[in-house]
C-alpha cells in the first residue's frame, strides 16, 4: 500500500496513490506495470521531473510540476530496489552497480507519444536516489511572440536580432525557460531570413531540432567541449552562431570576437542580474571594452507560475504585499490581479502552466560608457533605470496586474 509522506493529503498524492495502488502487491511480477504507471501518471499531471528518493523508511516520490516539487507518496521500503532495478534495465545500465552514479535514457510510450526520458542515479546513504526528466512538448515550438513578453520588449528584441552582427546574451537561473527562447529567437530567424543566414547552434544537451538549423551537441568525450566545437563552427562561414553556455575564457574570447566580427551571437551566461552578466565575463578575463562593443543587449527572465484559467478569481493587494512590491495607491488600482482557488484541473494548486517574465538591458551608448568606466553591477543597473529600460521588477507587476500570475508569485520572484 502507499504511505502518505505529509500529514494532510493532496489531490496530486491522492490521484497518484489511486493510480499506484493496484499494483502494489508486493510481487515482483508488478513492478513493470507499477514503474509504468508512475511514469503515465507524471506524463499526465505535466511533471517536468519525477523525483525518487531513497528513504530509510521507503522510496518517495516527488514530481516538479510549474517549477515546484510536490510530493506525492511513498512506496514501501520492500519495493524501493526493485523499483530502481527496473529504471536501469529500463535505462539500459548496469543493473547491478549501485556505488557510482549512472546516467542513461528511457526511450518509451506514454499514452500514444513516443518520448525519451533522461534518467540519473546516484548513490545516498539509504539507496539510491533517480530523477527521471520529462522532455517538453513545446520545446522548440514556440514562437517569440508566444513568450509572454510584452509588445514594447518583443519589439526590441526582434531588433536584436535582425541586427548582423553583436551579441544577445541571455541569463536567469536554471529552468527559467532560457533554451525555449533561444529556439523561439532561431524559428524567427528561419522564419524570416532562413534562405539568406548560415545558422549553427553548439548545445549541451539539443533539447529539439529546429528545421533550417544547424546543431551540434558537445561530447568532452570525443574531445568535443564548447570552446573546440565553436572554433570548428567559426569555419563554417556561420552567420548566426548559438553557444548554449559561455562558461569559460576560451570560450568567451571566441564568442565576443565572433560578435565584433560580422556574426550574430546568441548565448547563455549564468549570472545573478543583466548587469551581473557584464561582471562574470570581466571575470572570466574578457576586457570591458571588448564587451562594451560586443555585447548588443542582455536578456534576464524567469518563469512564474500562472494562475490556473479554470479557477481563477480576483484577488485584492492588501497594503502589506503593496508595501512589498513597492507598489503606490495610483499603481494598485489601475491593477486587475487574480489568483486559483484550487481545483481539480491544477490539482488543487491555484496554478497551472507557467509565463515568462522578462527584463531587456539594451547596451546603448551610455550604457557601453558606464561599462568602460568599471561601474558596478547597480551602477549600471541604475543607469539603465534612468535611461527609462524596463525592469524584471516592472514586467512581474505588468504580468500579475494582466492576472496572469498571482500575486504570491510576483512576490516570492521580485525579492
Request: glycine fraction near 8%; aromatic fraction near 2%.
Amino acid at each position: 500500500m502507499t504511505v502518505d509522506t505529509e500529514s494532510s493529503r493532496t489531490p496530486l498524492s491522492d490521484r497518484i496513490g489511486a493510480a499506484l495502488a493496484p499494483h502494489l502487491s508486493g510481487d515482483s511480477e508488478q513492478i513493470p506495470a507499477l514503474v509504468d504507471a508512475l511514469l503515465v501518471e507524471a506524463h499526465r499531471v505535466r511533471a517536468s521531473d519525477l523525483h525518487l528518493t531513497s528513504r530509510r523508511g521507503g522510496l518517495e516520490v516527488r514530481l516538479r510540476i510549474d517549477g515546484d516539487l510536490h510530493t506525492a507518496v511513498a512506496l514501501p521500503r520492500n519495493l524501493q530496489e526493485l523499483v530502481i532495478q527496473r529504471l536501469k534495465v529500463m535505462s539500459r545500465l548496469v543493473v547491478y552497480q549501485r556505488r557510482e552514479p549512472q546516467d542513461g535514457r528511457i526511450d518509451t510510450e506514454l499514452e500514444g507519444e513516443r518520448v525519451s526520458l533522461r534518467a540519473a542515479f546516484l548513490p545516498t546513504l539509504h539507496g539510491e536516489r533517480v530523477v527521471i526528466r520529462f522532455p517538453d512538448p513545446r520545446q522548440g515550438q514556440v514562437d517569440l511572440d508566444q513568450l509572454g513578453m510584452s509588445e514594447a520588449l518583443h519589439g526590441q528584441l526582434v531588433h536584436l536580432l535582425d541586427q548582423p552582427q553583436g551579441s544577445v546574451l541571455l541569463t536567469g537561473p536554471a529552468s527559467s525557460g532560457k533554451t525555449t527562447t533561444i529556439y523561439a529567437a532561431l524559428r524567427h530567424l528561419v522564419a524570416t531570413r532562413g534562405r539568406d543566414l548560415n545558422i549553427l547552434t553548439i548545445e549541451d544537451p539539443i533539447e529539439a531540432e529546429i528545421e533550417g538549423v544547424s546543431q551540434t551537441q558537445v561530447d568532452p568525450g570525443a574531445n568535443l567541449d564548447f570552446p573546440r566545437s565553436l572554433r570548428a563552427a567559426m569555419r563554417q562561414d556561420p552567420n548566426v552562431l548559438v553557444v548554449g553556455e559561455i562558461r569559460d575564457l576560451e570560450t568567451a574570447s571566441t564568442a565576443i570576437q565572433a560578435a565584433l566580427t560580422g556574426h550574430l551571437l546568441i548565448a547563455t551566461v549564468h549570472a545573478g542580474s543583466s548587469p551581473g552578466v557584464f561582471t562574470r565575463l570581466v571575470q572570466m578575463g574578457v576586457e570591458r571594452y571588448l564587451l562594451a562593443t560586443a555585447v548588443s543587449g542582455v536578456l534576464n527572465q524567469r518563469l512564474a507560475r500562472a494562475v490556473c484559467p479554470q479557477c481563477s478569481r480576483p484577488k485584492a493587494i492588501d497594503k502589506g504585499l503593496a508595501r512589498a512590491l513597492g507598489l503606490s495607491e495610483g499603481e494598485v488600482a489601475s491593477l486587475s490581479p487574480a489568483e486559483g482557488q484550487g481545483c481539480e484541473h491544477c490539482n488543487g494548486t491555484g496554478c497551472h502552466g507557467r509565463v515568462g517574465v522578462f527584463e531587456l538591458l539594451r547596451t546603448t551608448p551610455a550604457i557601453r560608457q558606464v561599462i568602460l568606466s568599471d561601474a558596478t553591477e547597480g551602477e549600471i543597473a541604475s543607469h539603465a533605470r534612468e535611461a527609462g529600460q524596463r525592469t524584471l521588477r516592472d514586467d512581474l507587476i505588468r504580468t500579475m496586474g494582466c492576472g496572469l500570475i498571482p500575486p504570491s508569485e510576483a512576490l516570492r520572484l521580485a525579492r
